[in-house]
């Protein structure tokens, strides 16, 4: 279902606040790694709104590596976001772990499954029998046809509304947390009709890189960005170390938007 072959228009997604995904149209989702309060979610929203990013992203549950870290504050950080959705209008986007929490998700307009739950195929299937758009990111160390194929587990259960997003890959490297596949980007434009956004924190994981691979997100001719942005990234509860400012994210959306018309 997800094969250009057989389906050879770009699948473009609609939310309810107008943004499109897909079809040739960049999209901005933006937002701290987790939802850390009412206060703190509402302020970033406003703040990436006026940048212009049409969608908010934030941590409600958390697939942290250690137990003892920051597990996210669940519901109720759900309810912040929601807070923020009624204040600016923007849509909506936060991970889903597993499958019981999806009665959480009502009010959030784009399911996220994280690196981690790629390949957790029972919850692909389930996800698949909601009408919900799916963030699908690439798992850690997965090629394209595991991510591929990880999206037939959606898709081939009736929900054909997913979203691919190269996060960055584990590889020799260990200079930074990930390393960006650039490559994915027009491999997976040629492969699926479905689009295809980077998500250059996680691949950097350091903030000060976040910008220029950005700029190459939209040079290879990726659908978005996805971008952990943090008022004060040295006290935030996840990532921080791969977190950039307000400001960082106002002018790299003005850069990226110019490549993009140049497109
Ligand atoms: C996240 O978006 O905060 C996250 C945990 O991402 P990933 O699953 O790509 O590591
Ligand atoms: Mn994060």
């Known amino acids: 279902k997800a094969n250009r072959k057989f389906h050879p228009e770009d699948t473009i997604i609609r939310l309810n606040n107008g943004t ?39 941590g409600a549950f958390k697939p942290r590596t250690s137990p003892y870290s920051f597990q996210g504050y669940g519901p109720k950080a759900i309810d912040y976001l929601v807070s923020a959705k009624k204040e600016t209008g923007l849509a909506l986007v936060s991970e889903i772990m597993e499958i019981n929490q999806l009665k959480y998700f009502d009010d959030i307009d784009i399911l996220q499954v994280g690196a981690r ?31 591929l194929m990880a999206a037939e587990y959606i898709m081939s259960n009736g929900n054909t509304k997913v979203i691919l997003c190269e996060r960055g890959i584990r590889t020799f490297e260990t200079a930074t947390r990930n390393t960006l596949d650039v490559t994915a980007v027009p491999f997976l434009h040629e492969k699926t009709h479905l689009p295809v956004i980077i998500d250059p924190s996680h691949a950097a994981g350091i903030a000060r890189y976040v910008r220029d691979l950005s700029l190459s997100a939209v040079a290879v001719g990726a659908d978005g960005l996805m971008i952990e942005v943090h008022e004060n990234p040295a006290k935030a509860f996840s990532d921080g170390a791969q977190c950039i400012i307000p400001d960082e994210f106002d002018m790299l959306l003005k850069a990226t938007k110019q490549i993009h018309e140049l497109r």
């Open 20 to 58: 499109q995904i897909g079809g040739g149209t960049f999209v901005y989702m933006a937002g701290p790694c987790s939802v850390e309060s009412e206060e703190q979610i509402v302020s970033i929203a406003k703040k990436i709104k006026e940048s212009g990013a049409t969608i908010l992203r934030g």
């Open 117 to 147: 739950n790629m390949q957790n195929f029972d919850l692909l299937k389930e996800l698949g029998k909601t009408d919900k758009p799916i963030l699908l990111k690439r798992g850690l160390s997965a090629t394209y046809e595991e991510l």
